[in-house]
């Protein structure tokens, strides 16, 4: 650079001027302003480079020269000036307009896919790290529940090992049990890591379509849920099975794993394991096991109580049903194992060909003798029906059990049973084989069921004669029609057949009715009631008497039947219904609606007719009998019936007083004379038609008790209840006989040392009504215009005006706990026209049946309609 241009320097000093000077003397020659320049930082004039000092001072300078940020050169990266700053994340797209700047690149499309699947990844290998598999012998091994009586003495210990467990090496399991298990559970078990994703989207699909259901759980999967984890259905517990299921899958021998799981599989009836299976449906150890057999048995494992030909528990169980699917799931996995190449097709067909291999009656699987067993199987399904524990986990066992049973009066009923069984029958005579006696107690206003009779032992009759029995009742179901009547009213005679309380009268048991023998039935308008046939039926009396016009009270205490088929027809059916329901009954175990239904079609259990005397007792007061107060396992309490319990208003409390005055009256002067025992009782006898049922139902305001008593052999292969003329070597068996006297020795020592209590006083109540054939003139007497006899029998018959088809023999296939079954009233069941919701024929009562092919009622499970079906947790 030449002299001539260099400037001196000038003289310090301060100010912009002086800066500016400084600025161009450090800078040498002042560039010409350009463009971009002119833009700058807005300080100073426009067009020129601001001079600075030093790179401090002029940081300095272009703080104070403004706050705003310079902004970014539009025609950066585009050939002129320096690129744009890259983004690691390019979204919104740079250098794209309108949608495309929102639409991903297949590069950020592919990362975000690979960086999320290593994050899975990653998250699945730290679970399988983390998760711990607990040891197999510790988990599966099985504990025991504790039942304790009501004054919390230890009653048994049970469950677990008790319900029949044995452990078998998988050399003692027959390969075609195996193969069995394998291709209707899991075809690619030895192929799979544990977990099959391909295999449950099939049997999701499947399901979906409707075809046959399959697992979507292998093996693996299905062996660690029963031998580590609970059976609840939690996203944390499947996310637990699925860790354990792969770290098990790794670690673990496919044999070991297959053997693990036959042998803690539960296939029903109690039996654990294939060998315990094998025992309880074919009384065979599990190697000697057919292919056919095998291939039921895997059958099994879908559903315990939906594919045991026997039957089982709840609504969609039954032997018909249950029958159907077992044998097309059976035939389904023989074929299936051709499919998959573990038989050969020639071999499958041969198989089914042969039949289905149809397994033995069940055996109770338990050690629990005597009433034991009946009351901790009475516990069992009340625990299964309300308190959410599955049966699978509950015979798991470690629960400590609190019961309702008072061990002292279950111990006095079976006494009096036995004192009455061994005074009056002897097993050698004909006539006393067969006979069966059923009982219960509950407690008033609380429901508590006290103590019952379920038979003889419960390891050589199993089923449980104080549950559902299908033994109808007879006669004990009148209290409910005079309820009824007495809630409800009798209609108008000139309304509608639906008509209004305020076109009602509410009936006083002072109401008299025709009670002579062969009266014509009457619809409530006065016309004379026919069936389907257009045939008119004449009810008939306990042998044949004329009781003339009486009052309700007296027809209850002489238990004639003319007066309380009519007073049913006047209230309406539909209402004497609604009263037993309200009282405690069970709606599955109600006749159909007809006019015998007044007359006691209905096959209540003795704990249901128990509990719903005991309404009466209790003023009115419903509550449902129960068996079970708490339960606790290691953890604590996990139910207790405080939460639940809830007593509701059925009656009115003058109304329920008014039928306990009635029923005292039938006691101290009618047929329950045999049931005094030196303090207040009301009661009511009960016999069916042909002498196949006798009851006796009665309580005081502490407790109340239903006997009953049947003839069937239990242990045929064609059961069918027979009639009890001629046992003991009595004419014939009534309520008044040996139920009335169990009931008496029974609740003579359950009551000893208690205050003799006195029932409410009922106060008057509805009108004095006549019924259609009861004439107001002459005025009726409290007692009947015959003499009764000593037995009064409850055994009466009905004639239709003309002439009635002979009964039908009995159906020798109809089971006696089928009501639905028709024998044209043979058993004690029967159709539209003849027994449970037959015409006035047909049923308790004493009436006679008329032929029908249609079927009526409706089974029912154990104690509150019985456990629901329980399927496998898949």
Known sequence: ?????????????????????????????????????????????????????????????????????????????????????????????????????????????????????????????????????????????????????????????????????????????????????????????????????????????????????????????????????????????????????????????????????LNTAYYGRGAYGCQAAARAYYDKDCVQLTASESAFLAATLNGPNLYDP???????????????????????????????????????????AKGFPNPRDPRVATNKQGQIGYLTELADNYIIANTGISKSKLDRGGYQIHTTFDRNKVGQLKKAVEKVSKENLDTKRARDRYVQFGGASVEPKTGKIKAIYGGKNALEHYRNNADYTGVQVGSTFKPFVLAAAMTDGKRDPQGEREQPASQRTLVSPSSVYNGDNKLTLRDYNGEIWRDKHNKEWHQRNDGDEDKGRITLRTAMQYSVNTPYIQLGMDVGTDKV?????????????????????????????????????????????????????????????????????????????????????????????????????????????????ENKSAWFSGYTPQLSTSIGMWRVNDKAKSQKFLSMRGVGGQESIHGASYPAEIWADYMREALKGKPAKSFPAAQPIGEKVFGNDASPSPTPTEEPSETPSEEPSETPSETPSETPSESPSPTESCDPLDIRCNDGGANGNGGNNGGPGGGPGGGPGGESPTPSTEPSGDDSGGIFGGPTGYRREQ
Do not use: C
């Not at 799931?329 to 041969?350: C, P, S």
């Open 310 to 352: 026997n039957g089982g528990y709840g609504p969609s169980a039954d032997k018909t049903a249950n029958q159907k699917r077992a044998k097309a799931r059976w035939a389904w996995i023989l074929r299936r194992e051709a499919q998959v190449g573990r038989m050969t097709k020639a071999n499958a067909e041969k198989a089914i």
């Open 577 to 689: 219904r609604d009263a037993a329901l309200r009282a405690g009954l069970s709606k599955e175990q109600l006749s159909e609606i007809t006019p015998s239904f007044s007359l006691g079609t209905s096959a209540p259990s003795a704990i249901r007719l128990a509990g719903s005397y005991a309404t009466f007792a209790a003023s009115g007061q419903q509550a449902e009998p129960y068996s079970v107060e708490k339960i606790n396992d290691k953890d604590g309490e996990v139910y207790n019936h405080k939460e639940k319990a809830k007593v509701t208003r059925a009656f009115d409390a003058n109304v329920a007083n008014n039928v306990t005055d009635v029923l005292e009256n039938v006691v101290q002067k009618g047929t329950g004379t045999s049931a005094q025992i030196g303090r207040p009782v009301a009661g009511k006898t009960g016999t069916t038609d």
């Open 1 to 261: 650079m030449s002299e001539h241009r260099r400037k001196p320097p000038q003289p310090q000093g301060g100010g912009r001027a002086a800066a500016r000077r400084a600025g161009q003397q450090s800078s040498g020659r002042r560039a010409a302003p350009t463009h971009h320049s002119a833009s700058g930082s807005g300080s100073g004039r426009r067009g020129e480079e601001r001079p600075v000092g030093s790179r401090a001072e002029a940081r300095r300078a272009a703080q104070r020269g403004g706050g705003r940020r310079r902004a970014a050169d539009p025609g950066a990266g585009r050939g002129s000036g320096q690129p744009p700053k890259k983004r690691f994340i390019d979204y919104p797209r740079a250098g794209k307009s309108g949608f495309r700047r929102w639409v991903p690149s297949w590069r950020l499309v592919t990362g975000t896919f690979i960086f999320f699947f290593a994050v899975l990844l990653g998250a699945v290998g730290i679970g399988i790290w983390l998760v711990e598999v607990p040891t197999a012998q510790a988990a599966s091994k099985t504990q025991k529940n504790v039942y304790y009586w009501a004054d919390g003495k230890q009653m048994v210990v049970s469950g677990g090992g008790d319900l029949n467990r044995q452990i078998v090496p998988l050399n003692q399991i027959p390969s075609s049990m195996q193969n069995a298990v394998i291709s209707a559970e899991n075809a690619s078990f030895y192929e799979d890591s544990g977990v099959d994703p391909m295999g449950i989207a099939r049997a999701v699909v499947n399901m979906a379509r409707g075809g046959a259901t399959q697992s979507g759980s292998t093996i693996t999967q299905q062996f660690v849920k029963n031998t580590y984890l609970d059976q609840s259905q939690t996203l944390t517990r499947k996310v637990k099975e699925l860790f354990i299921s792969i770290k098990v899958g790794t670690t673990e021998k496919k044999d070991d794993i297959l053997a693990g799981y």
